[in-house]
């Protein structure tokens, strides 16, 4: 059964910085592209971050460029996002997915159960 675990996630201040991983139950994991997404309550998930197959190839949301960070560690089938300067509008539930065919935005096989992140001002 293929899981994604995420963790990493807390409560923090605003200025903050936090770590999130997803570890990967999947065979052949550099074969998948991965993101982040978040979801606010009361609002739409959004994307957050990509990194494809290569790592030379990542992606972020215009909300996030310049503080956060997604990178991959194949051999431990991880991926993780650096998340810095946090603000309160960064506030949400942090899911992880990964596709074979994925591009930033779309084409996800599975998804993670999300780790939680809250900002305070």
């Known amino acids: 059964q293929v899981q994604l675990v995420e963790s990493g996630g807390g409560l923090v201040q605003a200025g903050d910085s936090l770590r999130l991983s997803c570890a990967a139950s999947?065979?052949?994991?550099?074969?998948?592209?991965t993101g982040w997404f978040r979801q606010a309550p009361g609002k739409e998930r959004e994307f957050v971050s990509y990194i494809g197959m290569s790592e030379g190839s990542t992606f972020y949301a215009t909300a996030v460029k310049g503080r956060f960070t997604i990178s991959r560690d194949n051999a431990k089938n991880t991926v993780y996002l650096q998340m810095n300067s946090l603000k309160p509008e960064d506030t949400g539930l942090y899911y992880c997915?990964?596709?074979?065919?994925?591009?930033?935005?779309?084409?996800?096989?599975?998804w993670g159960q999300g780790t939680q992140v809250t900002v305070s001002s």
């Open positions: 997915a990964a596709g074979i065919g994925a591009v930033p935005q779309r084409g996800y096989d599975y």
């Open positions: 999947l065979r052949s994991f550099d074969a998948y592209g």
